[in-house]
């Protein structure tokens, strides 16, 4: 026994792969403590409370009567939970405004991209002056609110006849998150290597087909991004549903929950639960695209 001990001892000293496959072993669990950061967890802890408990107290006050809410005791457990709260804002017309704030969203989405997935595309492969020029045009968007533009808005939307629909909330949103969402894009397109568009042009693909077959399918993370940041903008948006729309049946959802505000008054919980309700689609959104999300932040292909 001894012999063998020895001799299985001596040929792990020698034998450079049985070394090696014990010191692979050993490296995750030194790697894991050298890179071990607790002032990085504790700060994530921090921010993680900082998302999850304002949710928890909109869920949990959204199912309290209008007593118990009032009473201050919003991180603790609904005593009474009802789902009444829900029922009268369903019946308060949620679904119309659902409707129309998917149709606000879907379709500033798709204006959204197909404007600037091609104009990104000629930025980035035009590289001359004019193509310059357009792009520093878009990015003097960023430095302008809407606040500021509401009221030439205001004129420009009535005298083309949109004011009071669907159309006055769109185009603006639209126009409002292109500059975004061309500077993304520039950005992700500018990594695609040089040499598959080399290889394209030899043989023989035209600018569309470059762009179709190449760039859209290695830009996937970066269209994911902005139609989640365009989306977001427009089913969030306020002020121009509340300046530009004015009937019942163009409303969306931000207008419909402050007109349920005042409506009720200080139902504090028919408004959360409106708010619960309205935040399901976006989150629903983001983890269908959230692989894709993640990717376009950190760049093509992941890297």
Known sequence: MRRVAIVTSTRMNTDPELSGRATRRRRPLRARLRRANPAAGLASLVWLLIVVVPVYVMVNASLMPQGEALGGKLLEPAAHATFANYQLVLRSGFFHLLLNNVIVTVATIAIVLVLCVPLAFAVVRARGARALLVFRVFLLGLAIPAPVI????????????????????ILPTAAFAMPVTLLVLVGTMRDISE????????????????????????????????SVFAGLAAWNGLIFPLILTQSPQNQVLTTGLWNLSSEYGVDVPATLAALTLSAIPMLVLYLAARRALISGVMGVGGK
């Open 150 to 169: 509401i009221v030439p808005l205001y004129v420009m939307v009535s005298k083309f006849g949109l004011y009071d629909s669907l159309w006055a909330i």
């Open 195 to 226: 040499e598959l568009y080399e290889s394209m042009a030899i043989e023989g693909a035209s600018p569309a087909r470059m762009l179709v077959s190449l760039v859209i399918p290695l830009s996937k993370g970066g269209i994911s991004t902005v």
